[in-house]
């Protein structure tokens, strides 16, 4: 099993920049590809990026590519989302989270951990 928890949320104004994390403990967490996904209020939680075991192939939704990178220090146990040009409607819960598999995932029943998630607030 492993344990997973995001910092790094807050308030920005639009246009601006927040750099999740996310660290992981327990199991090794370069085994295993890794993902974030988003939640806004009265919404379903929906895939962000994913990134594989090694880091070499990464996934965006639509909406955030060339504003959103994602990225993995393995020796570090460590996840990141660097978030530019946010928008209002990317205020939302972000998670990260583990997948069941060494290649990116991007659908919720292929991960197996979950982050207890961090608030992302962008204001226009």
């Known amino acids: 099993q492993v344990q997973l928890v995001e910092s790094g949320g807050g308030l920005v104004q639009a246009g601006g920049s927040l750099r999740l994390s996310c660290a992981a403990s327990g199991r090794a967490f370069s085994d295993y590809a890794m993902g974030w996904f988003r939640q806004a209020p009265g919404k379903e939680r929906e895939f962000v990026a994913g990134?594989?075991?090694?880091?070499?192939?990464?996934t965006y939704r639509d909406s955030v590519k060339g504003r959103f990178l994602i990225s993995r220090d393995n020796a570090k146990n460590t996840l990141y989302l660097q978030m530019n040009s946010l928008r209002p409607e990317d205020t939302a819960v972000y998670y990260c989270?583990?997948?069941?598999?060494?290649?990116?995932?991007?659908?919720?029943?292929?991960?197996?951990?979950w982050g207890q998630g961090t608030q992302v607030t962008v204001s226009s």
């Open positions: 989270a583990r997948a069941d598999s060494i290649g990116v995932v991007t659908t919720i029943r292929g991960y197996t951990n």
């Open positions: 990134i594989s075991r090694t880091g070499v192939s990464t």
